[in-house]
């Protein structure tokens, strides 16, 4: 059964003949009663008492009449939310971020997409960069910003890419808070404060062993604000983006020997999003 015979259906019982209901769906009258016949072959039963002055329905096409007139109305009601959402009148669109983005302004960003299209809702998800990897992959989130080295694994598509400076973020009475660059060695045996199961945390910790210098945790926080204030009162140093340190107030010093850096990717799974507000969001988010 399909949608096209159902729709001729409904207009040979408006008009109680072919004649005029042909015309309404323009077709030849031919062609709606072949379409009629096959309607009643699909059904196994005929819909209408066929006389010389009008067309009557039998029992079966009244069976049929409630729930003929539900499909149609169900797929107009289908074809209007299909719209709004293509229309960006209504729809919702996911987006996946960690803490220490820094290099782009996600809330003015998502504050000016609103703007625009006051009726998309946003989610906005907040993770370490492996969650929201996995999250991307099976279709939870269209779009994330994430931590990964260049090149981008097969799996994900890059939309674009960001290279953040680290910082080494200390107390205003440590010693070496009026350094401006500070070779990595050098913190060795210094207590730190880890950002604890951060893609920063795990950064660092290598970035220590390549350089054979012992790290001394001594504190930890999952969150960032709490990891400034940590620092600020002298429980130890800590390294973070250069955008956190400038904002936080405290001394803070570039590394150097190594110089650390970590690339930030927006990627999605598919080059050709299918989502409209996600296609919508992406170009509001590379502008």
Excluded at 108 to 128: D, S
Excluded at 155 to 178: D, K, M, S, Y
């Amino acid at each position: 059964m399909e949608l096209r015979q159902v729709e001729h259906f409904l207009a040979v019982v408006r008009y109680r003949g072919f004649t005029r209901a042909a015309q309404e769906v323009h077709v030849v009258q031919s062609a709606l009663s072949a379409s009629i016949r096959k309607l009643e072959a699909d059904l196994g039963a005929e819909l209408f008492e066929r006389t010389t002055r009008q067309v009557a329905l039998t029992p079966a096409g009244e069976a049929l009449l409630p729930l003929a007139r539900r499909i149609v109305a169900d797929v107009e009601s289908a074809r209007g939310e299909v719209a709004a959402v293509t229309g960006l009148v209504r729809g919702r669109v996911s987006i996946g971020t960690i803490q220490t983005l820094t290099v782009v302004d996600l809330p003015g960003r998502l504050r000016a997409f609103r703007g625009r299209h006051p009726a998309i809702r946003i989610h906005v998800r907040e993770g370490t960069s492996p969650v929201l990897t996995s999250a991307v992959l099976a279709g939870d989130l269209e779009l994330s910003y994430v931590v990964s080295p260049d090149p981008l694994p097969d799996e994900l598509t890059g939309f674009a890419r960001w290279e953040q400076r680290l910082v080494l973020l200390t107390h205003p009475g440590h010693r070496l808070a009026g350094r401006r660059r500070i070779r990595l060695a050098e913190l060795a045996g210094e207590p730190f404060v880890d950002f604890a199961g951060s893609d920063l945390q795990a950064l660092v910790e290598r970035a220590f062993i390549a350089a054979g210098a012992r790290r001394e945790p001594v504190c930890e926080a999952s969150h960032v604000p709490l990891l400034v204030d940590l620092v600020a009162a002298g429980l130890g140093s800590t390294i973070v983006p250069e955008a956190v340190a400038q904002r936080s107030g405290l001394p803070f010093a570039r590394l150097v020997e190594p110089a650390l850096n970590r690339t930030i990717h927006l990627v999605g799974r598919t080059a050709k999003l299918t989502n409209p507000a996600a296609r919508a969001l992406l170009t509001e988010l590379l502008a």
